[in-house]
């Protein structure tokens, strides 16, 4: 099972470029890279997803150097409406499948 | 994107009796559902794996003789919280996934809320 580690937390200001990067040393030649958002009392929010180098969507970047043991999630020009916990996760592959395993996420504040 | 809703969303119950929480998958149709429990200030805890008629996979640690897990539908998992007690307090989220592979997008439900008095 690949095992993640992120910062606990992280401040910005409104309009700063966030950059929250996660470890992921162990992770399997068929693991995925997977971002989710979660604000309190709800459920997750998928961000982006990749498998190598850079994934853009209109929310989020996604880079990943080419050994794959670690990854950055970019969030162009936050907003105070971004303060949330910020998961990063590698799927593992089990009986029925691939299931994902939260690790401790990074708690982002961002100020006015 | 595709939608999992849960019902109900909090739940308030007395202790010893069991609470039935449901989690479907509007829109497409989920090969694998997963059931989350996050504690105040954590992260998710994988409680359970189940895909459509069979039975569910339990992590380490979680009994699954307390939570009832049932994916009878491509739509519908249901989670049976028996004989609860105030620390089964939580909140439990559900979550679906289209296919088996790391490349499928697994969607997450809105949480529901239980509190055992």
């Known amino acids: 099972l690949a095992k993640t580690t992120q910062p606990i937390s992280m401040d910005s200001y409104e309009g700063q470029e966030v950059n929250i990067t996660c470890s992921h040393n162990?992770?399997?030649?068929?693991?995925?890279i997977t971002w989710y958002q979660q604000f309190p009392s709800q459920g997750p929010r998928f961000i982006i997803q990749?498998?190598?180098t850079k994934v853009t969507n209109e929310v989020a970047s996604l880079f990943i150097p080419a050994d794959r043991k670690s990854s950055t999630l970019s969030l162009p020009r936050v907003s105070l409406s971004d303060t949330a916990v910020y998961y990063c996760?590698?799927?593992?592959?089990?009986?029925?499948?691939?299931?994902?395993?939260f690790g401790a996420g990074t708690r982002l504040f961002v100020k006015a | 994107g595709a939608v999992v809703s849960q019902h109900p969303s909090w739940v308030i119950c007395k202790s010893g009796t069991s609470v039935k929480i449901e989690c479907r998958s509007l829109?497409?149709?989920?090969?694998?559902m997963f059931w989350y429990r996050q504690f105040p200030k954590q992260s998710l805890m994988l409680m359970a794996t189940?895909?459509?008629?069979?039975?569910?996979?339990?992590e380490q640690g979680v009994e699954k003789d307390k939570f009832l897990i049932n994916h009878a539908s491509l739509t519908l998992s249901t989670l049976t919280v028996t004989s609860a007690h105030p620390e089964d307090s939580s909140f439990y989220i559900c979550?679906?996934?289209?296919?088996?592979?790391?490349?499928?997008?697994?969607?997450f439900g809105p949480g529901t809320r239980l509190t055992v008095l």
């Open positions: 979550s679906a996934r289209a296919g088996t592979g790391p490349e499928n997008e697994q969607f």
């Open positions: 829109d497409f149709q989920a090969t694998t």
């Open positions: 996760l590698v799927g593992a592959l089990n009986t029925g499948g691939f299931k994902t395993i």
């Open positions: 990749g498998y190598k």
């Open positions: 162990n992770i399997a030649t068929n693991d995925y």
């Open positions: 189940s895909n459509e008629g069979s039975k569910a996979t339990y």
